[in-house]
């Protein structure tokens, strides 16, 4: 594994600095992506959706006819987290349970009048036991009892609705050697925002648009060895490629 090469303090600031010229320069097209979304037309969610999930009535049972509308809790925006949950295995995949360990500390969304939520096609019940497994206070809801998973392409099954993941058909997704995403389970993100009692669909990005919601990836983006998965030039540190990845309880420290 080749290390980076050694130099003096005044080549290592001479260097420096000429990273920090093009840093800037992503900065400054990075707000400009951002500017972009913001722009984005949006679509009216006329469809009813019914989710199960945390909220509980006075007699501590789950709250089961939960609407799109109502997990804005107030907010005038809302971001989903779609998260693959193996039913069969009771547990999340690990990369979407990375994402969710990645969030950040809700109060900082809510201030800025957002609410974020997990949503999976799963049981609650499953759902809520691995929550605890996990540790993890974001509030998640189970989706089985409508189609929402299905019309934002967080499951895919064409025989419930026409094939497509990260805005590519079936034929594509194949072509593409990316039969994985034809039928199941699928990570993504989608983002709506309401305005009175009309509710719109502003986003939705999937595959490595999720990139950048992992932290964890981009504090080790700033070390010499990288994400160490072998790849974009950087080195396999485990021999492991991109199947380091554990549920963090997995990990042997």
Not at 85 to 106: R, Y
Request: net charge neutral; glycine share 8%.
């Amino acid at each position: 594994m080749a290390l980076p090469k050694i130099v003096s303090r005044d080549e290592w600031l001479a260097a420096r600095k000429k990273l920090l010229a093009q840093e800037k320069a992503a900065t400054r097209a990075h707000d400009t992506l951002n500017a972009a979304r913001r722009a984005l037309p949006m679509v009216r969610i006329d469809k009813a959706y019914e989710f199960e999930g945390p909220a509980l009535r006075g007699d501590g049972s789950p709250a089961t006819e939960k609407s799109l509308q109502a997990l804005f809790e107030g907010r005038r925006q809302l971001i989903v987290c779609h998260v693959m949950f193996h039913t069969e295995q009771g547990q999340a995949c690990t990369g979407c349970s990375h994402t969710i360990d990645n969030l950040p500390h809700l109060s900082h969304l809510r201030a800025r009048e957002t609410s974020l939520v997990v949503v999976s096609r799963a049981p609650l019940a499953q759902l809520t036991q691995y929550q605890r497994r996990m540790g993890w206070t974001v509030p998640w809801y189970s989706s089985l009892a409508s189609d929402f998973n299905y019309d934002f392409h967080a499951t895919t099954d064409e025989s419930v609705a026409p094939v497509e993941y990260n805005y590519r058909d079936k034929s594509t997704l194949e072509r593409l050697g990316q039969s994985y995403h034809v039928k199941g389970e699928q990570p993504g993100v989608s983002v709506f925002l309401r305005d009175g009692d009309d509710v719109f669909h502003t986003y939705s990005t999937y595959g490595r648009g999720l990139d950048v919601l992992l932290t964890t990836y981009h504090y080790l983006d700033l070390t010499p060895l990288g994400r160490g998965e072998g790849w974009g030039g950087m080195p396999d540190v485990h021999d492991m490629g991109r199947n380091w990845l554990r549920h963090h309880d997995k990990y042997r420290d």
